[in-house]
């Protein structure tokens, strides 16, 4: 009899769930694996939104645009700094295109006022505004370039309204000849060392008048007790002659001031006239201005400058056939006058 019992793989239903086929030659999914993403993605808690990684991506190169221009800018401030700090640094007239023209004015060595004997004061402070230092190293000295007149030697008692070039004619130890230290001094125009002067007689100024009578008359009514001068011959070839004479008060030495002023006339020079030139920086130094009527490039050949100081008179007297610089007067003038102020 035939067996017709079906296996027992053929008794299952047609019809029932059937297992899958598992691939044995493939590995076995990882645990640890992101599930598959199946309809809407999965984000992740930290990361951006996605509108925020978008304005991050906008605001990128606006970050990148400001640290150029920031870059550019600090490298402007710096070169400019730079160029300011090298440009200061020289001398204007070392740089190419700033370099200023001369003016006729001259270069002077670092000037200072000579020291006061013990227990004098300065001459704004004195009685009768009395200048007690010595009166040759109150000269202005010549400048740079300059070639210095060695002066004459004064002859043995020659005539003089008084011994101007004796100690007793001085009215300070610090006056009289052989005097020559020098040393700052406070509210000095300058610092450095004034070289003095050599001493002259009062009479000898006379002499370089045109109405030399008359100003000898005039230094013994005013009691001229000493002089001093110094010629020099400037770099542009201007001739300087100047003289300090020492009176016994201001009232003395503010009377010869008057009439030197308007009556007198150096021989060195032609007519002058009374200049409109003012003197700024003078103070408490009274001064006149006067120029001479002939002219050369526009400028007067000569011109002459009277100071007063308390009891010193100052006659600066600057000559020129190519005409003497307006600025080299005015500079010199007011040189002399800082000195004796």
């Known amino acids: 009899m035939t067996d017709t ?24 999914a990882d645990p640890w694996a992101a599930p598959a993403q199946l309809g809407e993605p999965t984000l992740d808690a930290w990361s951006l939104p996605a509108e925020a990684v978008l304005a991050e991506q906008a605001s990128a190169p606006r970050r990148a645009k400001l640290l150029r221009w920031g870059g550019a800018a600090l490298i402007l401030v710096l070169t400019a700094t730079a160029t300011a700090v090298a440009v200061t640094l020289p001398d204007r007239t070392s740089l190419p295109g700033l370099r200023t023209p001369n003016d006729g004015r001259y270069a002077f060595p670092q000037l200072t006022l000579p020291p006061l004997p013990s227990g004098k004061a300065e001459p704004a402070k004195a009685d009768l505004h009395r200048h007690f230092a010595d009166l040759r190293q109150l000269l202005l000295p010549a400048p740079a370039g300059a070639r210095l007149e060695e002066p004459a030697p004064a002859a043995a008692g020659s005539a ?3 011994a101007s070039t004796s100690p007793s004619a001085s009215p300070a130890p610090s006056g009289t000849p052989g005097a020559t230290a020098t040393a700052t001094a406070t509210g000095s125009p300058a610092t450095g060392a004034v070289p003095a002067g050599t001493w002259a007689e009062c009479n ?3 002499a ?6 008359k100003v000898t008359a005039a230094l013994l009514e005013s009691a001229c007790r000493a002089a001093t001068k110094r010629v020099w011959t400037g770099p542009d070839g201007t001739r300087t002659e100047i003289w300090l004479l020492r009176f016994g008060s201001n009232t003395e030495a503010n009377r010869f001031y008057e009439r030197s002023s308007t009556k007198t006339e150096p021989t060195a020079t032609g007519p002058l006239k009374r200049s409109d030139l003012v003197f700024a920086s003078m103070g408490g130094v009274a001064s006149q201005a006067r120029a001479g009527e002939q002219k050369a490039n526009g400028r007067p050949v000569a011109e002459a400058a009277d100071l007063a100081a308390g009891d010193v008179v ?12 307006e600025q080299a007067f005015r500079q010199v003038a007011v040189l ?6």
């Not at 019992?5 to 076995?28: C, I, K, N, Y």
């Open 204 to 206: 000898d100024y006379a």
């Open 314 to 325: 100052v006659r600066i007297v600057m000559t020129n056939p190519a005409g003497v610089p």
């Open 160 to 162: 003089a309204p008084s």
């Open 208 to 213: 370089g008048d045109k109405n030399a009578p």
């Open 336 to 341: 002399q006058a800082d000195l004796l102020a």
């Open 5 to 28: 019992t079906a296996p027992e793989s053929d008794r299952r239903p047609a019809d029932g769930p059937t297992e899958p086929a598992v691939d044995r030659e493939q590995p076995p």
